[in-house]
Structure formats: C-alpha cells, structure tokens
C-alpha cells in the first residue's frame, strides 16, 4: 500500500468535504451519501494507481466529480442543454428583461441591479453571507448549478466542462450569463438589500 | 444605423452577456464596441459588472471555507456506516 494514503482517515478528513460537493450538485442526501461511499470503496481499489502527483483530497474530488457526472449521464440530464436553453429562453428573458414582441431586452425597473453600496466587500467577511450564497446555489435550476459549481466551486477549465457537459460554448455563455443574473438578483434580495 | 446603435443602447441582456464573456475571453472587435458603447449609457450594466467581479471572489471565499466550515454534513448513522464500509474493504 502506497504509505502516502490512508483510507481509514478519509472520513474524519475529508467525509464532510465530500458530502458537502456531492449534495450541492445533487440535492439529496440518500444520493450524496451512497456517491460519497462509492468514491471512498472506489478509491480503495484503486489505491495503487495513486502515485501521489496530487493531494489525496485532490484526487478523491476528482474520483467524487466522476461519479457525478457519470450519475447525470446515466440520467441524461446533461444532454440537450441547447433544447431547454431554448425552450426556457423566453421566461428567464421575461422574468429579467422587458420581452414584449419587438422588444430590446432592457432590465425592467424591479430587476435593473442596484447599487450595493462602497462597503459591498464587507460581506466577504461574513460567514452568514456565505449561507445566503450557498442558499442561492441551491435555489438555481440544476442544469445551470451543475454548470457554476464547475466552473466557481471546482475551478474546472472552461473547456474541459464543454466536454463534460457535452455544451458548445456559446451555450456555456448562456448558462454562465443566467447564473449569474440569478444569483446576483438573489444576493441582492437576501442580503445586499434585505 | 441609428436603430442598430439604439438598439445596442437598449440591449441589456446582450451587454451582460458580453460582460461575463470578458471575464474569462478576449471579445471579438464588434463585441467590444457593442459593450462599451452600451455601458456609456448603462448604469444598471456597470452595477452587474462589479456585481459579478464580487460573485466571483466570493465564490473563491465560499470554496476556501467549504474545507473548514462544510455546509452540509454526514448523519452519525451515514459516517458509521461509511467508516465499516472503508474498514471492511481496506
């Protein structure tokens, strides 16, 4: 056995870390757990192949970000990301941005963003800012979640999460744009301007 | 003209877009332009842009603190569970 792991720390160490990942893309915990323990009896048998090139808790994320994509191909809910950003185009337009027919897509008065005011950083320093953001997360739909939580959470490279996620980039754009239009909308309710 | 630059003017949607896009890419020579004349008369648009400059470091935040601080944690049934699992298959 490789003496750079340890499986019988993982759960102390790492057990939390991984359930917390699992639970943000997958929402439920039967399912997070029972992918926590594959990633854990899968890393065992492959224990050997470890050579050490990154941290043990690097390489268990990556063995955890595996089966989870590989839940959601069986799914197939990453698949036709272009169809129902299409066919959801007209609400996120209409619930953000004026969309009467001829219409230019302005921010409407209720959803133009607003100043946060010069002292907006501060909340980087709150660790209740940080629930409101993970309730924020939680709140996006699934397909785009999955899309942030590589991107901001797991610092996936741009192009490797096209791949993953079977998306051109331009559908990236989409998805990386609603994200980001719900979850500030969201920071400003909950928090910004609550 | 005039109605294409009108519409630039309006196009918030199309403005943000850009904007998250010039985060992570060099815009093409009309997207530039497209932005930038937007944002002259957007004030919205330029909020969004801090905004999502404030998401992102925050996002970096939230990763750094999932270690120490998880938001979400196993049950006592689900860890004793898990541990006899790694024990019996280590």
Not at chain 1, 11 to 35: C, P, T, V
Not at chain 1, 111 to 122: L, N, Q, R, Y
Not at chain 1, 170 to 180: L, Q
Not at chain 2, 29 to 48: M, N, T, W
Request: proline share 3%.
């Amino acid at each position: 056995m490789n003496h750079q792991v340890n499986p019988s720390n993982w759960l102390r160490l790492y057990g939390d870390y991984l359930f917390s990942i699992a639970m943000m893309k997958l929402n439920d915990r039967q399912l997070a757990e029972d992918i926590v323990q594959d990633t854990f009896l899968s890393a065992i048998k492959a224990v050997d192949g470890f050579k050490g090139e990154s941290s043990e808790k690097t390489w268990l994320v990556t063995i955890l970000k595996n089966k989870i994509t590989d839940h959601y191909r069986k799914r197939s809910s990453l698949k036709e990301a272009g169809n129902y950003l299409l066919e959801t185009d007209h609400s996120f337009t209409a619930s953000f941005f004026e969309s009467g027919p001829g219409d230019i897509p302005h921010w409407l008065d209720n959803t133009a963003p607003a100043d946060w005011g010069a002292s907006a950083d501060k909340a980087l320093n709150r660790e209740e800012f940080y629930a409101i953001l993970q309730l924020c997360i939680k709140k996006m739909p699934e397909k785009l979640a999955l899309v942030f939580i590589a991107k901001f959470v797991e610092e996936t490279e741009t192009s490797l999460i096209c791949k993953d996620f079977e998306i051109s980039s331009s559908n990236y754009w989409v998805i990386i744009h609603r994200a980001k239009v719900l979850m500030r909308s969201c920071l400003e309710k909950n928090w910004f301007l609550e | 003209m005039a109605g294409k630059v009108k519409d630039i003017i309006r196009n918030c949607k199309q403005a943000t877009l850009l904007a998250v896009k010039r985060e992570e890419r060099l815009l093409t020579f009309p997207e530039r332009i497209r932005l930038s004349v937007h944002l002259v008369f957007c004030d919205a648009c330029k909020q969004f842009i801090q905004q999502s400059a404030l998401i992102n470091k925050a996002m970096k935040g939230f990763t750094g603190r999932l270690d120490n601080t998880p938001p979400y944690r196993l049950s006592e049934a689900a860890k004793e569970k898990l541990q006899q699992q790694i024990d019996r298959h280590n």
